[in-house]
Protein backbone atom coordinates (compact mmCIF):
# COMPACT_ATOMS: atom_id res chain seq x y z
CA UNK A 1 0.00 0.00 0.00
CA UNK A 2 2.79 2.78 1.11
CA UNK A 3 4.41 1.83 -2.57
CA UNK A 4 1.26 3.20 -4.01
CA UNK A 5 1.69 6.59 -1.76
CA UNK A 6 4.97 7.80 -3.45
CA UNK A 7 5.66 10.27 -6.13
CA UNK A 8 6.52 7.71 -8.46
CA UNK A 9 2.92 6.83 -8.65
CA UNK A 10 0.70 9.84 -7.50
CA UNK A 11 2.28 12.29 -9.25
CA UNK A 12 1.45 10.42 -12.57
CA UNK A 13 -2.17 9.76 -11.19
CA UNK A 14 -2.76 13.64 -10.35
CA UNK A 15 -1.87 14.03 -14.21
CA UNK A 16 -4.03 11.77 -15.53
CA UNK A 17 -6.96 13.09 -13.35
CA UNK A 18 -6.10 16.22 -14.91
CA UNK A 19 -5.90 17.58 -10.58
CA UNK A 20 -3.74 20.83 -11.28
CA UNK A 21 -6.74 21.63 -14.22
CA UNK A 22 -9.25 20.83 -11.76
CA UNK A 23 -7.82 22.84 -9.04
CA UNK A 24 -6.41 25.59 -10.97
CA UNK A 25 -2.96 25.20 -9.82
CA UNK A 26 0.36 24.32 -11.99
CA UNK A 27 1.13 21.13 -11.93
CA UNK A 28 4.30 21.44 -9.91
CA UNK A 29 2.42 23.09 -7.27
CA UNK A 30 -0.37 20.08 -7.19
CA UNK A 31 2.09 18.01 -6.93
CA UNK A 32 4.00 19.81 -3.74
CA UNK A 33 0.06 19.79 -1.70
CA UNK A 34 0.22 15.93 -2.71
CA UNK A 35 3.41 15.48 -1.49
CA UNK A 36 2.42 17.28 1.68
CA UNK A 37 -1.16 15.62 1.88
CA UNK A 38 0.66 12.42 2.01
CA UNK A 39 3.24 13.31 4.43
CA UNK A 40 0.62 14.18 6.76
CA UNK A 41 -0.93 11.05 6.27
CA UNK A 42 1.77 8.60 6.71
CA UNK A 43 4.57 10.22 8.74
CA UNK A 44 3.70 13.33 10.52
CA UNK A 45 0.93 14.68 13.12
CA UNK A 46 -1.91 14.35 10.53
CA UNK A 47 -3.30 17.71 10.91
CA UNK A 48 -3.93 18.77 7.49
CA UNK A 49 -3.53 22.45 8.43
CA UNK A 50 -1.49 23.87 5.59
CA UNK A 51 -1.66 26.50 3.85
CA UNK A 52 -2.71 26.75 -0.17
CA UNK A 53 -0.43 28.73 -2.61
CA UNK A 54 -3.37 31.30 -2.05
CA UNK A 55 -2.21 31.61 1.53
CA UNK A 56 -5.67 30.32 2.51
CA UNK A 57 -6.21 26.70 4.09
CA UNK A 58 -5.72 24.25 1.90
CA UNK A 59 -8.34 21.81 3.65
CA UNK A 60 -11.41 23.13 5.65
CA UNK A 61 -12.44 21.37 8.65
CA UNK A 62 -14.51 18.61 7.09
CA UNK A 63 -12.04 17.97 4.86
CA UNK A 64 -9.37 17.78 7.48
CA UNK A 65 -11.84 15.32 9.56
CA UNK A 66 -11.86 13.19 6.79
CA UNK A 67 -8.36 13.01 6.04
CA UNK A 68 -7.82 12.58 10.21
CA UNK A 69 -10.08 9.67 9.42
CA UNK A 70 -8.35 8.26 6.36
CA UNK A 71 -4.93 8.29 8.44
CA UNK A 72 -6.40 6.32 11.22
CA UNK A 73 -7.44 3.56 8.34
CA UNK A 74 -4.40 3.59 7.41
CA UNK A 75 -2.96 3.29 10.12
CA UNK A 76 -5.05 -0.20 11.23
CA UNK A 77 -4.14 -1.21 7.97
CA UNK A 78 -0.27 -1.44 8.21
CA UNK A 79 -0.58 -2.14 12.18
CA UNK A 80 -3.02 -5.38 10.81
CA UNK A 81 -0.53 -6.36 7.67
CA UNK A 82 2.52 -5.79 10.30
CA UNK A 83 1.03 -8.41 12.56
CA UNK A 84 -0.05 -10.53 9.72
CA UNK A 85 3.84 -10.58 8.53
CA UNK A 86 5.24 -10.98 11.96
CA UNK A 87 2.78 -14.18 12.63
CA UNK A 88 3.35 -15.29 8.86
CA UNK A 89 7.01 -14.94 9.61
CA UNK A 90 6.99 -16.73 13.22
CA UNK A 91 4.98 -19.47 11.84
CA UNK A 92 7.66 -20.26 8.69
CA UNK A 93 9.92 -22.17 10.57
CA UNK A 94 7.24 -24.42 12.42
CA UNK A 95 5.31 -24.71 9.15
CA UNK A 96 8.61 -26.16 7.21
CA UNK A 97 9.52 -28.27 10.39
CA UNK A 98 6.01 -30.00 9.98
CA UNK A 99 6.00 -30.32 6.19
CA UNK A 100 9.37 -32.17 6.41
CA UNK A 101 7.85 -34.58 9.41
CA UNK A 102 4.84 -35.05 7.36
CA UNK A 103 7.27 -35.88 4.03
CA UNK A 104 9.19 -38.23 6.33
CA UNK A 105 6.35 -40.16 7.46
CA UNK A 106 4.73 -40.44 4.08
CA UNK A 107 8.10 -42.33 2.44
CA UNK A 108 8.60 -44.45 5.51
CA UNK A 109 4.77 -45.53 5.31
CA UNK A 110 5.11 -45.92 1.74
CA UNK A 111 8.41 -47.96 2.30
CA UNK A 112 6.70 -50.57 4.19
Known sequence: MLPLLG????HPALDAADSA???????????ALSDQS??????????????????MPFYDADERAHMRDARLLLGFCLAAGGVSLLKGTAELPA???L??????????????
Do not use: K, M
Open 7 to 10: PWFI
Open 21 to 31: GRLGLAADETY
Open 38 to 55: VLELVLARGEFAFEGPDG
Open 95 to 97: QIG
Open 99 to 112: HLIFDNLRRQTAAE
